[in-house]
């Protein structure tokens, strides 16, 4: 018996050994952008292995490229506003929504010329946005909707947004969307705040996505690493200038500017997220006005299922006293 035992055991040993293991789940991120701050701190902290979870942080320096690293299938999955995920879908790139890592309240604004007070004044004047059909696109023409200035009542140029401020200073814009830090950098020399993303709630969200086939492979690792996300949230709201002083060194950004930008998101807790990516919950609406917004233009011509787009199913599955 005791021989039997040993053999079974080699061969269990054995079999262990020659099973190919999966390898880490690549995820696609902005470097510079702060809300993203809980997933470096899940790698850095250590946070990812608490949960027995591999992930490899495929750093960029831009949103764009991360967003082109996903749809090239160059990673697993990808951090990146909602309303450009949910083009990727349009685009023939199935991708699913399946947490809420930040939304914009401060962070995200249109900044003008200091001789400009209100948005009414830019009626026929020059804005930049990033990308034709972007989400810095919509918030521009939903932020001029709000005051009855439409798209025609304005001119527009497509910038990077590094190349809103020289714009500005060259006097080629009127004004431009930015988000911090060049938002930041903005206002230090003195050019006017419009609006910023506070006052159009879920226009400017961001969310961790995978597309359906990754999340029916890996869900469980996936999970895993929802709750490593929801562990750094954790921590960074305990020690927030730890957290930034970590980010500030490795992006290379200074730490003022990091702090300003981090008291303009809200980072959503478990029971928000659950709340957000039920159906019907905020997610939902704000996914239901954006899409409205690219059907006008023609940029869809099949509305999609938000059903497709959005899982909740993950995070309702984390019980809410694990957070607690």
């Given amino acids: 018996m005791k021989i039997g035992a040993i053999i079974l055991s080699c061969i269990i040993i054995l079999t262990s050994c020659t099973q190919p293991s999966l390898p ?53 999955g990808v951090l990146s506003v909602f309303a450009d995920s949910l083009m990727m879908n349009v685009r023939g790139v199935p991708t699913q929504a399946v947490y809420l890592i930040d939304y914009s309240n401060t962070s995200d604004m249109i900044v003008a010329q200091p001789h400009y007070q209100t948005l009414s004044e830019l009626r026929g004047k020059i804005i930049a946005f990033d990308g034709v059909n972007s989400f810095s696109h919509l918030f521009v023409v939903k932020a001029l909707e709000k005051v009855g200035i439409r798209e025609g009542d304005f001119r527009t140029v497509n910038l990077p947004m590094t190349e809103v401020l020289p714009a ?60 490593a996300l929801l562990m750094a949230r954790d921590f960074m709201m305990q020690h927030p200038q730890q957290s930034l002083e970590l980010l500030s060194k490795i992006n290379g950004i200074a730490l003022q500017e990091l702090e300003i930008g981090f008291k303009g998101l809200g980072y959503p807790d478990l029971k928000q997220n659950i709340a957000s990516l039920q159906p019907g919950g905020e997610l939902f609406k704000s996914g239901a006005e954006i899409i409205d917004f690219y059907a006008q233009r023609g940029q869809i011509r099949k509305k999609p299922n938000l059903d497709d787009i959005i899982n909740g199913k993950l995070v309702m599955a984390i019980p809410l006293e694990k957070t607690d």
């Fill in 24 to 76: 880490p789940i690549k995820i696609a991120l902005e470097q510079t952008w702060v809300g993203y701050l809980p997933m470096i701190l899940a790698k850095e902290q250590g946070f990812f292995a608490q949960q027995g979870v591999q992930v490899e942080l495929v750093i960029h320096q831009n949103g764009t490229a991360s967003n082109h690293a996903y749809e090239m299938g160059e990673v697993d």
């Fill in 168 to 227: 500005l200073e060259a006097g080629k814009i009127d004004a431009g969307y930015v988000y911090t830090p060049e938002s930041n950098a903005a206002i230090a020399k003195g050019y006017k705040t419009l609006i910023t993303a506070s006052e159009m709630p879920g226009i400017i969200t961001d969310t961790l996505t995978f597309s359906p086939e990754v999340i029916h492979q890996r869900s469980q690792e996936i999970a895993k690493i929802i709750q």
